[in-house]
């Protein structure tokens, strides 16, 4: 696993690099996970809406703002993406909770993440490719926290993971 801070540009190019080591040149399929409601929980939607704007060349993103993929809906969603991709790399991305430390920082792991963490539920694990953006404090009901701070760190998370997926895949 590899964790960097989006405080450092240098940071940016490391992340990059590590997911064109994951997924090569594999077909892949982006699967942003969260919902708007919450405005930590809502890194997945700006993520995917930041990718499916951007993304210079043909690519699946699933998770978009107005199109959540929530814990109600990840089971379905997940088998429905791997039955329409089944040669696909699945990257999935998700809002994390960390120590106060962590705050700001991603992490990038090979092999599936299991969402719903921060909030206690028990989901299984999806993806090939897992990238987490920690944006708030374990346990200090911080997730749920509502203010403009919240909304501007979990903005510039979501432009550093998209920014970084952008580069990598870039011809």
């Known amino acids: 696993m590899l964790e960097v801070s989006i405080y450092n540009q240098q940071d940016k190019q490391r992340l990059s690099d590590a997911i064109k080591n994951q997924i090569g040149n594999e077909p892949t399929v982006y699967m942003c996970i969260g919902t708007e409601k919450v405005f930590s929980d ?3 939607p700006r993520v995917g809406t930041l990718l499916n704007d951007s993304l210079e060349r043909a690519s699946f993103v699933y998770g978009l703002r107005d199109q ?8 379905y969603s997940y088998n429905f993406i791997k039955a329409l991709h089944p040669n696909s790399k699945i990257v999935v991305v998700d809002a994390a909770v960390g120590t106060i430390d962590q705050i700001g920082k991603v992490q990038i792991c090979h092999g599936g993440i299991a969402p719903g963490a921060a909030t206690n539920k028990n989901l299984p694990s999806v993806g090939d490719v897992g990238i987490i953006g920690i944006v708030a ?4 009901g911080d997730f749920y926290s509502l203010n403009s701070s919240k909304d501007r760190l979990v903005g510039s998370v979501a432009k550093f993971i998209a920014d970084a997926i952008l580069d990598a895949t870039s011809a």
């Open 68 to 75: 959540n993929i929530t814990a109600e809906n990840l089971l």
């Open 137 to 140: 404090e374990k346990g200090m």
């Open 42 to 44: 809502s890194l997945g």
